[in-house]
């Protein structure tokens, strides 16, 4: 999976996200050791130290947790990454929610515009 960074959001976030991602994904399963913080950085083109806060946050979240001076692995439980995975969700469709609102868009239409575009997938 190839890393995308956009110009016009902070650059750490995203790697946050992405780091997420992957391991809402399963290309980094539970109990899998996380590739090093130079290695992600290179593959993700950044600055290892923005590498390594990203990861740390990430680690703050519990989806990953460093074990001595072997690294970093991704967290062996199953029940907590699927629940850091719905937190995400909820936090997806809140915020699209409220950016429609902002739109005065109201509720019917929301609901319309999804049910719109689940049968054009």
């Not at 989806?63 to 907590?80: E, H, P």
């Not at 995975?85 to 409220?98: A, N, S």
Request: aromatic share 6%.
């Amino acid at each position: 999976m190839q890393w995308i960074i956009e110009s016009n959001l902070p650059v750490h976030d995203q790697i946050v996200d992405e780091l997420k991602t992957r391991i809402f994904l399963g290309l980094y399963r539970s109990g899998d050791k996380v590739p090093s913080v130079r290695d992600l950085a290179l593959e993700a083109k950044v600055n290892p130290n923005t590498m390594q806060k990203a990861l740390a946050e990430v680690e703050s979240s519990g989806l990953i947790n460093t074990r001595g001076t072997s690294g970093k692995y991704v967290a062996n439980s199953k029940f907590l990454i699927n629940q850091a995975k719905e937190e995400k969700q909820v936090e997806l469709v809140e915020k699209f929610i409220y950016d429609l609102q902002k739109l005065e868009v109201d509720g019917d239409r929301i609901i319309n515009h999804i049910k719109e575009r689940l049968l054009n997938i």
